[in-house]
T-cell receptor, first 111, second 114 residues
Framework: SQQGEEDPQALSIQEGENATMNCSYK?????LQWYRQNSGRGLVHLILIRSNEREKHSGRLRVTLDTSKKSSSLLITASRAADTASYFC???????????FGTGTKLQVIP | GAGVSQSPRYKVAKRGQDVALRCDPISGHVSLFWYQQALGQGPEFLTY????????KSGLPSDRFFAERPEGSVSTLKIQRTQQEDSAVYLC????????????FGPGTRLLVL
């Protein structure tokens, strides 16, 4: 079963705009990760945020985590056509890294 | 070095047929995971290996699904007597260590059961 739910399910923006997608999860977590999946391809790890962190940056990516609300957001700034993909959050509760993926947000960046 | 590879990339099977899906993890990676991804959904965990030991198979949907990693490197996911609901993309991932490491995913095998 899916642990997380992403919101929105689909998002279409113009190149250069910012894209924000949200993830809500149900149980306590150790880490939360965001992955990108291009059509027909495997998943690529983007960023990991630990449960004791509130915000993390990597290039054009900014992730926030609110454990009290059991939610996270991924912000992609200055989007590019190449950012077109599905984005998934994934949570783990510690141990051997078993992660549970959300339902995904399908992002389309229009050139 | 090379990333995670999976073969075949596409497989069409008749209902009732047995299939075997192969995963070649990154060399030296201790952990190996199998996931099933239905169309429009996120990947769902199937099973986990640490070296050759299958430590968690709680996600395998039925006893028709079987996975092995006999020498702690290459892994095979076998599905017996395939059903239409088995149609999905099967993803393999590996990571260097056993605890809290980034998982590297293969391109997946797209299985279609007719």
């Amino acid at each position: 079963s899916q642990q997380g739910e992403e919101d929105p399910q689909a998002l279409s923006i113009q190149e250069g705009e910012n894209a924000t997608m949200n993830c809500s999860y149900k149980t306590s977590i150790n880490n939360l990760q965001w992955y990108r999946q291009n059509s027909g391809r495997g998943l690529v790890h983007l960023i990991l945020i630990r449960s004791n962190e509130r915000e993390k940056h990597s290039g054009r990516l900014r992730v926030t985590l609110d454990t009290s609300k059991k939610s996270s957001s991924l912000l992609i700034t200055a989007s590019r056509a190449a950012d077109t993909a599905s984005y998934f959050c994934a949570t783990d509760d510690g141990g051997y890294q078993k992660v549970t993926f959300g339902t995904g947000t399908k992002l389309q960046v229009i050139p | 070095g090379a990333g995670v590879s999976q073969s075949p990339r596409y497989k069409v099977a008749k209902r009732g047929q047995d299939v075997a899906l192969r995963c070649d993890p990154i060399s030296g990676h201790v952990s190996l995971f199998w996931y099933q991804q239905a169309l429009g959904q996120g990947p769902e965990f199937l099973t986990y290996f640490q070296n050759e030991a299958q430590l968690d198979k709680s996600g395998l949907p039925s006893d028709r699904f079987f996975a092995e990693r006999p020498e702690g490197s290459v892994s095979t996911l076998k599905i017996q007597r395939t059903q239409q609901e088995d149609s999905a993309v099967y993803l393999c991932a590996s990571s260097l260590g056993p605890i809290q490491e980034t998982q590297y995913f293969g391109p997946g095998t797209r299985l279609l059961v007719l």
